[in-house]
Structures are given as C-alpha cells and as structure tokens.
C-alpha cells in the first residue's frame, strides 16, 4: 500500500478574470475540506449545488456550485471536489488562501492531478500524452490527433497487440509443454509465425504514421526560398496577412530565418522565410545563407520563388523534399493567369493575384502528406522508439527460426515489454521481476 496521500487543491480553469473559476481538490480531506468552506450540508454527489463559500471567521467569500467526485469515480480516482467560484482574481485567491490554510492540503505541482490520475489506473501514459496535447491544441487537427490519443485508441491499439503477443507466447508455451508427449497434431507454432508476422506488419503501419502524426501535431514546415530580391518576405507578409518581415529593394535583406504560423483549414503550419541565395563576401550574409540552407533541408514543403529580372535561379540541395516553383512579381509581366501547373504557380503580392491559390496549394500538401485511414497515430519519438524495438523483436523472432523456440518465445516477450513501456503499463510479471530484482539475494 502507499503512504496516505497528501490533499492537493489547485485553480483548474484558466488565468483569472474570467466568468466561473473551477479549483479543484483531491485526495483524501477533499471532502473534509469542502464541508469546512460551506459549513452547509454538503451536496449528494456528482450533483451540482450552490452553497455559501466562508471563511475561518464565518465571512462570506463567494456563492459557488459545489460538485463531490467520491473515490474511485473521479478524474484522480480519488475522492475530489470542485468549488465553481465567481472568476475574480481576488475571490479565487482568497479561496485558495482559505484552502492552504488548512492542515493537510497543499496547492498541486504542475500536472500532479494527472499523475495521480496515472498512478490510480483512471489514464496511461498515452492517454495523458494525449491531454497534454488536447489542452494544448490550436488547431482543429491538433484537437482531433489529441482527442483520439486522449480518448484512450492509440493506447488499444498498442494494448490489442500486446494481448495477441501474449497469446502467441502462450501457444508456444503450450507446444513446448506437450512436445514431450510428441504426438500433437501439427505444428502449433507455424500459426503463431503467420500471425506475428501480421503484427509486424500492422507494426509497419503504424510506424510509417508517425510523420504524419508529427506533421498534424507539431506543424508541417514550408519554407520560402530562392535569391535575393525574389520577394519572399513580402510573400510571407502576404500569406501570413501581417508585417512581420522587413521588405527593401537591397539584396540580401533578410539574414535570419523569420519564422510564423498559419492554420490552413485546421492544419497547423510553420512558414519561414529565409535569406536569399547568393555568393557573397559579406560575412553576416554568409551566416544568414547557412542558416537558410539548414532551415530548407529540414522543410516538409519548399516554396521556390523567382522574380522577373531578378538573376539566379537557385538550385536546391538534391533532396526529396516536394517544392512549389512561385514566380513573383505577377503584376509586372503581362500574363494574367496566376494558375501554370500543379507544381508551379504565378503570384503578385501588390494585387494579390495567386495568394489564395498558393495557400490552397499549401494545403493541399499538406493533406496528401497526412492521409491516413484514422487518427489512432503516433506523434511521439517516444512511441516510435518503442515501436521500432518491438517491431526488430519480431523479425529477430521470425527470422532466427534455427533458435529452440524459448529464445524465440524471448523476441517476442520483450516486443510486448516494449509496447507495455508505452502505455506504462508494465504487466504484473515484469513488474514484480523488477520489485524482487532489486531485493538483495538471500534475502
Ligand atoms: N467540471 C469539470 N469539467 C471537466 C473536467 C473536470 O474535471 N471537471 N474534466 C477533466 O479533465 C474533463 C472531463 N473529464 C472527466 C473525466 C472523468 C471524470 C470522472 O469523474 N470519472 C469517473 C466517473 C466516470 C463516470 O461516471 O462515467 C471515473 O472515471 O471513475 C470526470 C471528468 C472536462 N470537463
Ligand atoms: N511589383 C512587385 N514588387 C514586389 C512584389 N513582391 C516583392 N516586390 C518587391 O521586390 C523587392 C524585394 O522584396 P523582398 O520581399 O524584400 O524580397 P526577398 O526575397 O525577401 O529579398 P531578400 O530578403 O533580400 O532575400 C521589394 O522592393 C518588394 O517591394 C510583387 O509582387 N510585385
Ligand atoms: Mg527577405
């Protein structure tokens, strides 16, 4: 058992002022605590109920909804409660006052509710990963990656093959234990292979998800490139629909990268405008020519611009990243129509001629790089580092085929170890293996 928990209270909703304040208690005085606050009758629970919020001298503080989550149906799993306050900043501070004072409580540490919400079974590792995620989603991808991880499918997913690798193990175990009577009819175990090479390859899948995971939760980055003078900045301004870079008619304006971003129809993206490409002397351009060239082999999407009567058409680094040829400068020239192919348009920042179509070919990049069938995906390193060790247990475990089948039963024990690990839901066996490994012999 664990030692008796500390109560902990915290400020739930966001920065006062705001209409309603949520602070939030758990632990083991929660209720305790919130019979002191009302000194009413206190509410049945998970019902809402307005009572009188008072200080250690009876003074009122607030009139509040008071909600009760006894254990184990609450948020922590345990007991809980939430006073709904007026949202000034004074009412919630002298609540939070009033609760500090009390023996036992304490204000919580940044995501400790969450923590202990882990620790009682109520979430995973994923799952919290994923509530992180939602509370800090911006756009409407990001709330829908989120959502799901948060919602506890990417945590089936991974606990669903990690059942069926048991299972497998269990069919081994089961073949080893009567191959002494040798007389079981076929090969148990040449089923098991078909269906661990099954896993593997749904493994593979899912795997091969994980940029797109990335792109939907971190951004997808497209940078403008090309010589100087060619209009980047002023397109970024353009796009980005603010002032953000400075614009001359001198080359080699912009030397740092400059950095925004948009949300394209709920996609989060990164754009960079960078300095133009050219050789030169000058030592800060050179910098900013470096920087640039760094900042283009990291792109998902590059925006190749050129400008009429600007020399220099750069060659990019030989890469596979997909490019979208923009001549600038539309309005100079006398074509009309901004539209030239799929990979390449014409665009005038002075009558916006060919903004929304590059925006909407943006976009499009975007969403042919993250077509995936649902949203269960990975967008962490840390799932594709566990990933990719389970997936290399299973090949090892299906390729040594001239090992006894316990070391190949081994493969694939330790590719759901690595599956547990993501989750952080260790089984019993392996976490009572580490409790007594760390006993000393003898003892
Ligand atoms: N006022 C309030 N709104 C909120 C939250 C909250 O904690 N308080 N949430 C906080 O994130 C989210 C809702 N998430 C919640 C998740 C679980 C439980 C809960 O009481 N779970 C119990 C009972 C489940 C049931 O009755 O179905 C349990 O899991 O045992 C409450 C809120 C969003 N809105
Ligand atoms: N007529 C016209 N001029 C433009 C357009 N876009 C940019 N310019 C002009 O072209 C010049 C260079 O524009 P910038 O946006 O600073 O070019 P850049 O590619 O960022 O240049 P560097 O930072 O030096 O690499 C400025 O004088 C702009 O006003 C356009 O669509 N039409
Ligand atoms: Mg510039």
């Known amino acids: 058992m664990t030692a008796a928990k500390e109560t902990i209270f915290a400020l739930a909703s966001g920065a006062p002022p705001a209409g309603v304040a949520v602070i939030r208690i758990s632990g083991p005085l929660s209720l305790d605590a919130t019979q002191r606050i009302t000194a009413q009758p206190l509410p049945k629970p998970r019902y809402a109920a307005l009572r009188s919020i008072v200080g250690r001298s009876g003074q009122l503080l607030d009139k509040a909804l008071v909600l009760l989550f006894p254990a184990p149906h609450s948020f922590t799993g345990e007991d809980c409660a939430e006073l709904h306050l007026h949202g000034g900043k004074a009412v919630v501070n002298a609540v939070l006052n009033e609760l500090a004072g009390f023996e036992g409580l304490r204000l919580a540490e940044a995501g400790e509710f969450s923590r202990r919400a882990f620790e009682n079974g109520k979430l995973d590792l994923v799952e919290i990963e994923g509530l992180a995620d939602l509370l800090s989603a911006e756009t409407e991808m990001q709330r829908r990656l989120a959502a799901e991880q948060s919602a506890g499918h990417l945590s089936s997913l991974y606990e669903g093959w990690r059942e069926r690798l048991i299972f497998a193990r269990a069919m081994i175990e089961a073949e080893l234990d009567f191959s002494d009577e040798g007389d079981i009819p076929g090969s148990v175990s040449d089923r098991v292979w078909s269906e661990v090479a099954k896993l593997q390859s749904e493994i593979d899948t899912v795997i091969d998800s994980i940029k797109t995971g990335e792109i939907i939760r971190d951004g997808f980055r497209v940078v403008l490139a090309g010589p100087p003078n060619a209009g980047k900045s002023s397109l970024m301004n353009a796009l980005a629909r603010r002032d953000i870079a400075i614009v001359t008619d001198v080359a080699g304006t912009t030397r740092d990268v400059l950095h925004c971003e948009l949300d394209l129809e709920g996609y989060k993206i990164h754009l960079y405008d960078t300095a133009g490409l050219r050789d030169t002397e000058d030592r800060v351009?050179?910098?900013?020519?470096?920087?640039?060239?760094?900042?283009?082999?990291?792109?998902?999407?590059?925006?190749?611009?050129?400008?009429?009567?600007?020399?220099?058409?750069?060659?990019?680094?030989?890469?596979?990243?997909?490019?979208?040829?923009?001549?600038?400068?539309?309005?100079?020239?006398?074509?009309?129509?901004?539209?030239?192919?799929?990979?390449?348009?014409?665009?005038?920042?002075?009558?916006?001629?060919?903004?929304?179509?590059?925006?909407?070919?943006?976009?499009?990049?975007?969403?042919?790089?993250?077509?995936?069938?649902?949203?269960?995906?990975?967008?962490?390193?840390?799932?594709?580092?566990?990933?990719?060790?389970?997936?290399?247990?299973?090949?090892?475990?299906?390729?040594?085929?001239e090992l006894p089948l316990e070391l190949r039963a081994e493969y694939l024990r330790h590719a759901a170890e690595e599956l547990a690990r993501i989750t952080g839901r260790i089984d019993t066996e392996t976490l009572l293996g580490k409790i007594f490994s760390e006993f000393c012999v003898g003892k």
Request: glycine share 6%.
């Open 285 to 401: 351009e050179q910098e900013g020519i470096r920087r640039a060239l760094t900042t283009i082999a990291d792109a998902d999407l590059i925006l190749r611009l050129r400008a009429p009567g600007v020399a220099g058409e750069v060659d990019l680094p030989e890469n596979a990243i997909p490019v979208i040829d923009v001549s600038t400068k539309l309005d100079l020239r006398d074509e009309v129509y901004p539209f030239e192919s799929a990979e390449s348009l014409a665009v005038s920042v002075i009558d916006g001629r060919g903004i929304d179509l590059l925006r909407r070919m943006i976009l499009e990049s975007v969403v042919a790089r993250t077509r995936v069938g649902s949203l269960a995906i990975p967008s962490r390193l840390r799932h594709a580092q566990r990933l990719l060790a389970a997936r290399s247990s299973l090949s090892d475990c299906l390729e040594r085929s």
